[in-house]
């Protein structure tokens, strides 16, 4: 296909391997990629944005492959691409890609998922983006993942990328010979058991620490078609999950299945 202007971002930082490696992939097939990502982590940022400081970028050239221009930012995922789409980039990108995220983005945790609201950014301004993410914090052996993005990214573009599509893929932790077959999934529900640890400082005082275990979602999609397993339960089987997300939101169900609202004895909705 013709080389395509990429920009990449991330959550993980200028530094992390796994958005080296993406940048990588995408000039070794001659594309033209840009990367505007954050100075440092920025991990389960959301979606979001600095308004009580100044964002600041500087040029990071140095830490990627020949040809890469790369910028550090100070701010968001989210402020990052904002940012290099309307002020640092000279031509709007063909594609925006975020990651290759050091740890998965499953479910609805991709609502609390800078990875994600990076690509989201791409996606609200029109442009065909997706989120990338190998599915292990320890796993670093990136180069597949990112070979398996182009393939996804250049196959679905020449065949059109639908409006206001936003991808999600999650990579499983393995070699390619033990991985099972890409497919189509839907987001899971993901609860959490025991979610906070408290603990004494120093000086006695109590504080908490986010963390927390998932109980996974192994369940196929309830009302849907029955060849859409949840994210995670693909992830378990060793196997690709790509999630097409809208940025709508909006309720999905019939009007009659809401709840009906009184106000002042008046039926109002």
């Known amino acids: ?144 993942a990112g070979e398996l993005t182009m393939d996804i990214v250049e196959n679905i573009l020449e065949n059109e990328w639908p409006e206001s599509l936003l991808l999600n893929l999650n990579i499983p932790p393995c070699q390619f010979k033990e991985m099972g077959p890409l497919r189509w999934t839907r987001l899971s529900i993901r609860h959490y058991e025991e979610q906070f640890t408290r603990r004494k400082d120093p000086r006695g005082d109590t504080y908490y620490w986010l963390a927390g275990k998932a109980v996974k979602d192994l369940k196929t999609a309830g009302d849907g078609p029955s060849e859409w397993p949840s994210d995670v339960a693909q992830i378990s089987d060793s196997s690709p999950s790509l999630t097409p997300i809208q940025p709508d939101l909006f309720w999905r169900g019939k009007l009659s299945d809401l709840p009906k609202i009184e106000l002042q004895n008046q039926l109002v909705l």
Do not use: Y
């Not at 200028?14 to 000039?27: K, M, N, S």
């Open 1 to 144: 296909m013709h080389p395509l202007r990429i920009l990449i971002s991330n959550d993980d930082g200028v530094f992390a391997e796994g958005i080296r490696t993406l940048a990588h992939a995408a000039t070794r097939r001659g594309h033209k990629v840009t990367v505007v990502c954050p100075d440092q982590e920025r991990s389960a940022t959301g979606h979001g944005l600095t308004l009580q400081s100044p964002i600041r970028v500087e040029r990071a050239d140095e830490l990627f492959a020949e040809n890469v221009t790369a910028w550090g930012c100070n701010g968001t995922p989210a402020d990052c691409v904002k940012l290099a789409l309307c002020e640092l980039l000279q031509e709007k990108p063909d594609l925006v890609l975020s990651g290759i995220n050091h740890g998965p983005n499953l479910g609805t945790d991709i609502f609390c998922s800078g990875t994600i609201a990076a690509a989201l950014e791409g996606t609200l301004e029109g442009i065909p983006a997706m989120a990338i993410s190998i599915a292990c914090f320890q796993w670093r052996k990136f180069k597949l």
